[in-house]
């Protein structure tokens, strides 16, 4: 399973950029979720948001009513779209699909090699 995660550059605070990530090898509507992680410098790794299977989505506090995450089954894509950004989303984000896989219980997470997000004050 492979993620290529792009979209990722420098931008003003209050702006926007769509972080995108490509997943291939492996059925991709039935990968149980997707996720947005970022680590900033310094800090430890932090979820963003997620999308389940049946397109529920959880967001951090942090970037709640600011970040949306979408997935397209038809593209094989999951989006991360973030607005009004801040400095504080500095940092390098990461996709991820990961779940639990059926019957056997086996727990699967796989990653993009993420892409820059800064913003400037």
């Known amino acids: 399973v492979q993620l290529q995660a792009s979209g990722g550059g420098l931008v003003q605070a209050g702006g926007s950029l769509r972080l995108s990530c490509a997943v291939s090898?492996?059925?991709?509507?039935?990968?149980?979720?997707l996720s947005w992680f970022r680590r900033a410098p310094g800090n430890q790794r932090e979820l963003v948001a997620t999308?389940?299977?049946?397109?529920?989505?959880t967001y951090a506090d942090s970037v709640k009513g600011r970040f949306t995450i979408s997935r397209d089954n038809t593209k094989s894509t999951v989006d991360l779209q973030m607005n009004s950004l801040k400095p504080e989303d500095t940092a390098v984000y990461y996709c991820?699909?990961?779940?639990?896989?059926?019957?056997?219980?086996?727990?699967?997470?796989?990653w993009g090699q993420g892409t820059l997000v800064t913003v400037s004050s």
């Open positions: 090898g492996t059925p991709f509507s039935t990968i149980q979720n």
């Open positions: 991820s699909a990961h779940g639990t896989l059926p019957i056997v219980k086996k727990n699967y997470s796989y």
């Open positions: 999308m389940t299977r049946d397109f529920d989505t």
